[in-house]
């Protein structure tokens, strides 16, 4: 059974980066999508973006750039960078596998990490 | 950002039927395959729904989906109390190039 799990540091300072990794066990990170999710606090999901295992990735515009998604499949792993952060970067963020079906790759997301809140504060 | 509408909540006792909406566009369900989710308290999103209607293994036919147009249906029959989530509809937008989910739905068993 594929198993996500996501690291990094739950704090980050107004301005910094944020950059989180996803460990993916039980399975290879190869011929898969592997996305990144967030949610703040008491609100609903937000798309952040993806990478297919080859290095491909698109992110959600409303993000503007401050975003970058890398693999390592030496090590099963994909991380996010998030730059120049603000309070309203606020949230859980998950990482998430994207499946593939007969029809689509990618577009929705079948295995899930348990999600690690980082709040951004000075 | 989302553009895709759900109805902040909706109830029902156990053993009843819900339906949850999910209104969209043409160049996101209009253009794209539907998914389903649903999260429990404190825990990360559960696929329930994919291609509009499928189901992946382990997830009861309890839970159904379905695509009209530029929306979406999540039905769930046999009301339980484990039931009680927020739900979550996404698909992909061809205009925006992105990802988007829902604005969620709470579902209550009364």
């Known amino acids: 059974q594929v198993q996500l799990q996501e690291s990094g540091p739950g704090l980050v300072k107004p301005s910094e980066t944020l950059s989180l990794t996803c460990t993916v066990s039980?399975?290879?990170?190869?011929?898969?999508?592997w996305t990144w999710i967030r949610q703040p606090p008491g609100k609903g999901l937000e798309y952040i973006g993806y990478i297919y295992y080859s290095g491909t990735t698109s992110h959600n515009p409303s993000l503007k750039g401050r975003v970058t998604i890398s693999v390592d499949t030496s090590k099963n792993s994909f991380s996010l960078q998030l730059t120049s952060v603000t309070a309203a970067d606020t949230a859980v963020y998950f990482c998430?596998?994207?499946?593939?079906?007969?029809?689509?790759?990618?577009?929705?997301?079948?295995?899930w990490g348990l999600g690690t809140l980082v709040s951004v504060s000075s | 950002q989302s553009v895709l509408t759900q109805p902040p909540s909706v109830s029902a006792a156990p053993g009843q039927r819900v339906i949850i909406s999910c209104s969209g566009s043409?160049?996101?369900?209009?253009?794209?395959?539907v998914s389903w989710y649903q999260q429990l308290p404190g825990t990360a999103p559960k696929l329930l729904i994919y291609?509009?209607?499928e189901r992946p293994s382990g997830i009861p036919d309890r839970f159904s989906g379905s695509r009209s147009d530029t929306s979406a249906t999540l039905g769930i029959t046999g009301l339980q109390t484990g039931d009680e989530a927020d739900y979550y509809c996404a698909t992909w937008d061809s205009r925006l190039n992105t990802a988007l989910f829902g604005t969620g739905t709470r579902v209550s068993v009364l």
């Open positions: 039980g399975g290879s990170i190869s011929n898969y999508f």
């Open positions: 043409r160049s996101n369900i209009g253009d794209n395959y």
């Open positions: 291609d509009n209607n």
């Open positions: 998430a596998r994207g499946g593939f079906s007969a029809y689509t790759q990618g577009h929705f997301f079948d295995h």
